[in-house]
Structures are given as C-alpha cells and as structure tokens.
C-alpha cells in the first residue's frame, strides 16, 4: 500500500494512493492529477490521443486487475484551452453535405475548443458518461455515452450547437444542432451523422434507403441544405 503517494508526471502532479493485494490480484487506486498534460496520459491508459491540453483529473478505481469487468469507480476531468483530435467540428457545411457517410476518426482532423469538463462512471468494466460539455467561440457540445472496458467498444453521441459565426455557415438550417454519434472499437473509431435524430428535429419524414441509391440522407439535404 502507498498512501500517500505524490508523483510528478506528464508535466504535472499527482497525489493520492495506491493499495494492491497480490494474493487476490486486487487494486484500488485514489489519483488526483493537477496540471497534466492530457495527450500522453489518455496515450498510455487507452492508446488513443483523443484530447489535447492541459487540465485535471479526479480518479478512483478498483477490481481485479486481469478482470475489467470487475472495474468499478469514475473520474471527473476538466481542461481549459486545449483540442479534441479526430474530427472537425466546425467543418459542419462538409459533414452535412455528405451526411450520408460514415468517416473514421483522422489524427488530422482537430477542433480547438476553450473549456472541457466530463464526469464518468464506471460500474462492471462499463464506463458512462452523460454530461460531456465542451465549449468554444466556434460551437458548443454536449454528449453522453459509453465506453466497454472489455470489448474497448464506444457508443456515443454528441450534439454540435454552432455558435454565430458558424451558424453563418448554415443559412438555411438556423438553430440546428448537428448530431453526430460515434462507435467502433477505440482503435477505429467512425462518426457519422446520426440521420433519425437529425430528420425528427427538422421535423421531416425520414428519408428510405431504398428510395435513393445515393445514401438516405442525399435527398434530405439536397431539399433542407443547399443555400
């Protein structure tokens, strides 16, 4: 057991502690990291750089360590200035225009943004996640979601609010917030726009695929989109 247990890592501290019984194969971990940089520290426990910046983190776990399923405990993390890596989210004219399409998270693709905050549960190697708020001059998000520890499945949505100078993009879809849900296992990741969430909130019928050989959100936004 190391309790208290201060360490300065990823350019910032952690302090809290570390209890492991060898005989069960048990671990509890208490971290509060302060003034890390985030980039390398989601590298080492996901193998995803998923979120640059620099920001804090609260985090308790236990279970068994070859057991994720057993994992239970949560984190609460907050970041200032900092960019997400994958997709952009102020590129919203080309994600609508070939809304249609399901793209793979690119380490090309970044969205700058000036504020995260996010709290997790994690309960039977599941980690959820329903308060995700990221703001920016660009556009604001909210998301909600989960995580399988075990599988590394993600399941998530977020909803991209433009903001005024983005809003400008989308004359014709004033006040709409763009759905966009995200899934596969974390090392490929797609995001696409989710098309029934999107289609209820303009309140238009939902489009068939049958009825297009184009994809069915081609004919939506052909009659919604165009300036």
């Not at 989210?89 to 998270?105: H, P």
């Amino acid at each position: 057991k190391l309790d208290p247990l201060t360490l300065q890592l990823y350019q910032g501290k952690a302090k809290g502690g570390l209890a492991w019984d060898s005989n069960a194969g048990r671990f509890q971990v208490r971290q509060s990291f302060s003034r890390v940089a985030l980039a390398p520290l989601l590298k080492d426990l996901t193998g995803v750089e998923a979120l640059a910046g620099t920001g804090t983190m609260d985090l308790q776990l236990t279970g068994l360590v070859n057991q994720r399923d057993s994992w239970e405990g949560g984190a609460a993390l907050k970041v200032g200035k900092g960019s997400l890596r994958g997709v952009n989210l102020t590129a919203l004219q080309d994600l609508l225009g070939e809304a249609e399409l399901s793209r793979q998270l690119s380490s090309q693709e970044i969205s700058a943004f000036s504020e995260l905050s996010a709290r997790l549960d994690i309960k039977n190697g599941l980690m959820t996640n329903d308060d995700l708020s990221i703001k920016s001059s660009s556009f604001l998000v909210k998301g909600e979601g989960q995580l399988n520890l075990v599988s590394e499945q993600l399941d998530y949505l977020i909803r991209v609010q433009p903001r005024k100078r983005t809003q400008a993009l989308l004359p014709n879809m004033p006040g709409v917030v763009v759905p966009l849900r995200l899934t596969g296992p974390l090392q490929q990741v797609q995001y696409q726009v989710d098309a029934v969430a999107l289609s209820q909130q303009l309140g238009l019928p939902p489009v068939s695929v049958e009825s297009s050989n184009e994809g069915p959100l081609k004919g939506l936004f052909r009659r919604v989109f165009r300036p």
